[in-house]
């Protein structure tokens, strides 16, 4: 019964930002801890980014001050704000339920001039 659907994606400038949105559904988000991945042609899939059910926030490095992990618990959202793209930016996002098999389908991100 669990879903999770990204949006949000799509072609940005060099500099730019985007909002991805995770929509979560047959879970309780409120006690999960949720994650953000991403996944370049040829590349192993890497984590991105995490918040906890208290709404502790991870990051990894690279990402670390660019983007923002947050959660709105009643409209059942994930999101990740994107700022300072970098053409190293530029994957299928992936939203995840944290320790499990459950992903969302994915949403491309594209940063380029």
């Known amino acids: 019964q669990v879903q999770l659907v990204e949006s949000g994606g799509g072609l940005v400038q060099p500099g730019g930002s985007l909002r991805l949105s995770c929509a979560a559904s047959g879970l309780d988000l409120s006690i999960a801890t949720m994650g953000w991945w991403r996944q370049a042609p040829g590349r192993q899939r890497e984590w991105v980014a995490r918040?906890?059910?208290?709404?502790?926030?991870f990051y990894e490095y690279s990402v670390k001050g660019r983007f923002i992990i947050s959660r709105d618990n009643i409209k059942k959202t994930v999101y990740l704000q994107m700022d300072s793209l970098k053409s190293e930016d530029t994957a299928v996002y992936y939203c995840r339920r944290s320790f499990t098999s459950d992903w969302g389908q994915g949403t491309q991100v594209t940063v380029s001039s």
């Open positions: 918040i906890t059910g208290v709404g502790d926030t």
